[in-house]
């Protein structure tokens, strides 16, 4: 049986924002903020300044909340695919909620918006009076090479599918 030339994926690409600093880290991380702390608010309370240890102690719940807060946005991606009949453009926040946009490659273009200092700001796929950025969660270098083979994709996908 012969594969579907129409069905053949040219491109596909999950975008994802960029962490850091992974959860082991920020576990110690977290464990040596609090016991900094801890030590730095000990001379206060012996010295009958206890409000300072509540104010530590809040510093470190701020700071832990913080950062789940951040992880949690970290969930949230994109993918995107293209094949010769379609492009697919999926956004997913970080509760789960999913975005999908459909595209035809003969008609989709991608629009740039650059820089001379900083490089490429910003990626927009373009079809038919709808314009959806694409590839906000990456910089200036990984946008452009991720432009680049989007590009590549989208032209290959114009020139149709190839059946032999």
Known sequence: ????????????????????????????????????????????????AWPVAGFMGADVALFYFAFRANYRAARAYEDVSVTPLELVLAKVNP????????????????????HEEFGLLQLALVSRGRRVEVAGFLGPNEKAAFARDLSRALSEARRGPQFS
Do not use: C, Y
């Open 1 to 48: 049986m012969v594969a579907d030339p129409t069905a053949r994926k040219i491109f596909a690409a999950r975008i994802m924002p960029h962490r850091s600093l992974s959860r082991r880290n920020f576990r110690l991380l977290v464990m040596l903020f609090s016991a900094a702390s801890f030590f730095t608010s000990v001379p206060f309370v012996v010295l009958g």
């Open 95 to 114: 509760r789960g909620a999913r975005q999908e946009w459909r595209f035809n490659p003969s008609w989709t273009r991608l629009e740039r918006r650059d």
